[in-house]
């Protein structure tokens, strides 16, 4: 069945070397039980039999290509390919239970003024079901605090109206992790994240080469908070809040950069510390 011409929504899974599982997540998108839907994967220049497998969908799904340029790109890729009035994001690593779509549409449909919301998840790491800590409950509404310590929004769990990013941008190119932390601290700053408090995404983990695993991963938060401070998108209040997560991880930061021997690196990070203070 060829997706239709105008849908509603517009799917963007962007995916690089993921053979080995990504079947499971564009049958998951092609067997929603709602159907007003483009399916846009991105490949983002695999190496493996990922286009192989990609060309066996024919057109139930809109396949680009593209050198390999890392994840922001490919989404923004794919955000400028759709065409629909809603965006859904999904990772090639997970995947969605059948009736996502709907709901999230449906939400949508009775809340005219929201233009994000998130699902719950179940989380499965190494083939196992795990629990999430309580740190990892999500909040719903204006989250923006909550989120700066760690990221409480995941992009698989999204849906967008497209005029979102007309409001906040695109996701960050020049991060090559953390740029979901990055494009949510700038939504939730001004705009609620509204969350359905239903399990409908399926998080899957503990692979190798998730962007999660890499080390360092702070520096991009790092950068991220400093990028958000210096925007002049912040309340007072909001960027007292930020200034302080701030402060604390290039103190962490910068004390594992003396353990491992980087004392230049680890100088530059406290430094940072003393260029933000509190504001009255």
Request: charged share 25%; with cysteine.
């Amino acid at each position: 069945m060829s997706p239709p011409d105008h849908p509603t929504v517009s799917i963007v899974m962007p995916t690089f070397n993921r053979g080995w599982l990504i079947k499971d997540a564009i049958d998951s998108v092609l067997g929603q039980t709602y159907t007003d839907f483009e399916l846009i994967v991105v490949d983002d220049g695999s190496t493996d039999r990922t286009r192989d497998i990609l060309s066996n969908y024919g057109d139930r799904l809109h396949l680009i290509g593209q050198a390999n340029r890392g994840v922001s790109a490919a989404r923004n890729c794919g955000i400028g390919a759709s065409t629909g009035r809603l965006i859904a994001f999904l990772d090639s690593d997970d995947i969605w239970l059948p009736n996502k779509l709907a709901v999230q549409v449906s939400f949508f449909e009775h809340n005219h003024s929201a233009l994000i919301c998130q699902t719950d998840e179940i989380w499965i790491r190494n083939g196992m079901r795990v629990n999430p800590r309580k740190r990892h409950l999500k909040p719903s509404g204006l989250i923006f605090e909550p989120s700066l310590v760690l990221c409480l929004v995941s992009p698989s769990a999204v849906m967008v109206r497209r005029e979102l990013f007309d409001e906040v941008g695109l996701f960050d190119e020049e991060l090559p992790a953390c740029e979901d932390y990055d494009l949510w601290l700038r939504v939730s700053c001004r705009i609620p994240i509204h969350l359905i408090g239903m399990p409908l995404t399926v998080k899957r983990g503990g692979h190798q080469d998730q962007l999660s695993r890499q080390d360092s991963l702070d520096k991009y938060r790092i950068q991220s908070l400093i990028k958000l401070i210096e925007s002049g998108r912040l309340t007072i209040s909001q960027r007292n809040a930020a200034v302080i997560i701030l402060r604390k991880k290039c103190a962490v930061y910068a004390n594992g950069c003396l353990k491992r021997g980087r004392v230049k690196e680890a100088i530059r990070y406290t430094n940072v510390i003393q260029g933000y203070t509190l504001v009255e």
